[in-house]
């Protein structure tokens, strides 16, 4: 066994165990750091296939940016983990069920794969970039479902910003647009007040000076 194949197995293995702690972690926080690991155990697996663009695609847009946001949501929302653990067992079945049918399809995937060992040979085409042969399949054969998941990841950003929109009691919060529209009259206001108690009478040696 060659260095790149014991590499291989290395991330393999890590790779499936972060997965499988991303399903079993009791702390949802945990979860996530777990699928950060499984994505960066990804990436290496595809920077060994010679899939450099990919790899790095993977750690700057998910590990940098959307598993930051997950992890950002899923530490403000403040989860009730005691009302999710309620129902596990009850739709525990029907989950062991739908995985069991998932891993028996990927293992038949996989072992059809595998007993062809033929080498296929490519035709001769003139040597392009994984960077080139990928752009030209994403906007021209896979166009539409690129298209939509755009749509569903905008969606998704949507969700994230209405989950964790909140407004605090404790807090006096300014509406910009009532700021632009006040008027001077709105914020001053001269009112007539009448006098309480009458004035005092002047001293005699003043009123005599005024007689002066």
């Known amino acids: 066994m060659d260095v790149k194949t014991g590499f291989f197995y290395l991330f393999s293995l890590a790779l499936l165990f972060a997965a499988f702690r991303v399903i079993t972690a009791r702390n949802p926080v945990h979860a996530v750091l777990y699928l950060m690991l499984a994505f960066s155990q990804a990436s290496a697996i595809w920077l060994l296939l010679q899939a450099e663009f990919l790899a790095i695609t993977l750690v700057l847009v ?4 959307v598993m930051v946001l997950f992890l950002f949501v899923v530490m403000m929302i403040n989860l009730n983990m005691d009302g999710l653990r309620q129902g596990f067992w009850k739709h525990f079945p029907l989950a062991a069920l739908i995985g069991v049918v998932i891993a028996l399809e990927m293992a038949y995937v996989l072992l059809g794969g595998f007993r062809d060992s033929r080498t296929p040979v490519a035709p001769a085409e003139p040597q392009v970039s994984n960077t080139h042969a990928l752009g030209e399949l994403l906007y021209t054969q896979y166009l539409y479902p690129l298209e939509i998941a755009a749509v569903i990841l905008l969606v998704a950003i949507i969700a994230a910003i209405a989950l964790t929109l909140r407004r605090r009691k404790d807090t006096k919060a300014i509406d910009p647009s009532e700021q632009i529209r006040v008027r001077a009259a709105d914020r001053v206001a001269l009112v ?10 002047p001293a005699p040696e003043a009123a005599a000076e005024k007689k002066a």
Not at 192 to 201: D, F, I, L, S
């Open 62 to 65: 998910y590990l940098g940016a």
């Open 192 to 201: 007539k007040v009448a006098a309480t108690r009458q004035a005092a009478a």
